[in-house]
T-cell receptor
Framework: AQSVTQPDIHITVSEGASLELRCNYSYGATPYLFWYVQSPGQGLQLLLKYFSGDTLVQGIKGFEAEFKRSQSSFNLRKPSVHWSDAAEYFCAVFRGGGKLIFGQGTELSVKP | EAQVTQNPRYLITVTGKKLTVTCSQNMNHEYMSWYRQDPGLGLRQIYYSMNVEVTDKGDVPEGYKVSRKEKRNFPLILESPSPNQTSLYFC????????????FGSGTRLTVV
């Protein structure tokens, strides 16, 4: 079955440290991949997306993600985390038609 | 402002009392969808629509109905709500799916007692 896995339920990093959130997908064709962020009490905001071309994609708020077909991964990175980045992050894959499938989410805490 | 609007934001109801959560988008998007969010399960798709009068089941459609009579509106109907439908619900819309992704509303927190 086509699916998305985020292995880390909760990650804590210190402010100013680098961040990498993992995402693995299972999909037969070239995937359309997304990262969303959900701040407490808010809806989901699109951070970035990949659908073709350059495998390193830049997003909003200083985030980037790298698509690695050989590893079926689409990990999210940020060189220096800010306290305002504390939120829940979701990886998602478009499965065709209107079906967008989400991972379970990774909650990010930021230590001062 | 381009947005997806859901109403109400919060709703407490009793088991078996029919309810409707409304969703409207002002971006002329073709696709619309409903999700529910539960702790540890992420977001699960309930129904989606690729055009007016075209709807299809997502991964958790049981106990829900939808309709798409106009392009901008996509209401979610719970004919006989049960406590296991207590959840946070999101409506979303997309220009055409695929690489466009979905734009999400602010959510409706539903409690069924």
């Amino acid at each position: 079955a086509q699916s998305v896995t985020q292995p880390d339920i909760h990650i804590t990093v210190s402010e100013g440290a680098s961040l990498e959130l993992r995402c693995n997908y299972s999909y037969g064709a070239t995937p359309y991949l997304f990262w969303y962020v959900q701040s407490p009490g808010q809806g989901l905001q699109l951070l970035l997306k990949y659908f073709s071309g350059d495998t390193l994609v830049q997003g909003i708020k200083g985030f980037e993600a790298e698509f690695k077909r050989s590893q079926s991964s689409f990990n999210l990175r940020k060189p220096s985390v800010h306290w305002s980045d504390a939120a829940e992050y979701f990886c998602a894959v478009f499965r065709g038609g209107g079906k967008l499938i989400f991972g379970q989410g990774t909650e990010l805490s930021v230590k001062p | 402002e381009a947005q997806v609007t859901q109403n109400p934001r919060y709703l407490i109801t009793v088991t078996g009392k029919k309810l409707t959560v409304t969703c409207s988008q002002n971006m002329n998007h073709e696709y619309m969808s409903w999700y529910r969010q539960d702790p540890g399960l992420g977001l699960r798709q309930i129904y989606y629509s690729m055009n007016v009068e075209v709807t299809d089941k997502g991964d958790v459609p049981e106990g829900y109905k939808v309709s798409r009579k106009e392009k901008r509106n996509f209401p979610l109907i719970l004919e006989s709500p049960s406590p296991n439908q207590t959840s946070l619900y999101f409506c979303a819309s997309s220009y055409r799916g695929d690489q466009y992704g979905y734009t999400f509303g602010s959510g409706t927190r539903l409690t069924v007692v």
